[in-house]
């Protein structure tokens, strides 16, 4: 008899789900309280602007550079022995600015469904059903006359909490990568393409005005032999170089444009895309893996 009560109290005491309990009802409250007070949801939305911004930005410099290419696309200038197709050193731009204006409109698709969801989450009807679910589970928690409830009571909030909380805590994040390594180098390659697309308005302009130029020459017979003479001499070797000058210039243009509208697309794709996508599911994950392992049930 002394034996078997040795062994009995020798079994191990189930351990008392008190703690997890604690631990739970302060997670609850604190998540109650975060979703009534929108404490994360307005700096989520200030940075949710300010990327809508940046896309918007990026958009109308791209679409102002699509526009002088149109113009520029089919002209041609030609001398004596050289004629030069301005929209040939222009196509490889003219290929990528069509992808960039969709990944463009695509980001700038994701970033206001984005917006629109916080506005949804952050609604007073969503915050007070998580505030309603709060107390109940919080009841069928500690009130062993309830507690049969609680598989339905619990996985009803953290669930609600869920859906709240996952979309505030993806933007945040993505706002802090943003900050620490994309919004800057998107400022500057935005920048760059801006001053690229002044630079292609100024040719432009100077096509028109050299155009203008010719009609304005002297047409008179006198004029004519002046003309002629300088073309004969040094007229068109001169205008050649200037001429070949110019379009050097352009080619470079047109290559650090193409560099530029991959970088924006590489940039927009991630910022607005992959990167969100990404902590989505990782908070998620992690989300999940918190709650199995502090479940009282």
Not at 52 to 59: L, Y
Not at 163 to 189: A, C, H, K, P
Not at 202 to 219: H, M, P, R, T, V
Request: one cysteine or more; a negative charge; hydrophobic letters at 45%.
């Amino acid at each position: 008899m002394s034996q078997l009560t040795t062994s009995n109290d020798a079994l191990p005491v189930p351990s008392s789900p008190k703690p997890n309990r604690l631990l739970l009802t302060v997670i609850t409250l604190l998540l109650t309280i975060g979703a009534l007070l929108n404490l994360a949801d307005h700096y989520a939305d200030i940075k949710l602007d300010e990327s809508i911004e940046q896309g918007v930005v990026a958009f109308a410099s791209v679409r102002s550079i699509h526009a002088v290419i149109s113009m520029l696309k089919g002209t041609e200038i030609s001398v004596p022995f050289l004629t030069v197709s301005v929209g040939e050193i222009l196509s490889p731009a003219t290929e990528i600015l069509q992808s960039t204006s969709t990944v463009l409109t695509t980001a700038l698709a994701s970033l206001g469904l984005q917006k629109i969801l916080l506005d949804v989450f952050a609604a007073k009807l969503v915050n007070i059903i998580i505030a309603c679910s709060a107390v109940l589970y919080l009841v069928t928690l500690w009130f062993s006359s309830v507690s049969r409830f609680l598989k339905y009571t619990q996985p009803l909030f953290f669930i609600l909490c869920l859906t709240r909380f996952l979309l505030v805590g993806t933007l945040l994040l993505n706002s802090l990568v943003d900050t620490l390594f994309l919004n800057e180098q998107t400022e500057q390659i935005t920048q760059k393409t801006d001053l690229i697309a002044t630079d292609l308005h100024q040719f432009n302009q100077e096509l028109i005005d050299g155009k203008a130029s010719q009609y304005e020459e002297d047409d008179s017979l006198l004029g004519s032999a002046k003309r002629t003479w300088n073309n004969v001499t040094s007229g068109f070797e001169q205008t050649k170089q200037e001429m070949q000058k110019s379009f050097d210039e352009l080619q470079e243009k047109t290559e650090s444009l193409v560099i530029n509208l991959l970088t924006l697309i590489a940039m927009f794709t991630l910022k607005t895309i992959l990167i969100p996508i990404g902590f989505l599911l990782l908070l998620k994950n992690l989300y999940w893996n918190l709650i199995k392992r502090l479940s009282p049930i």
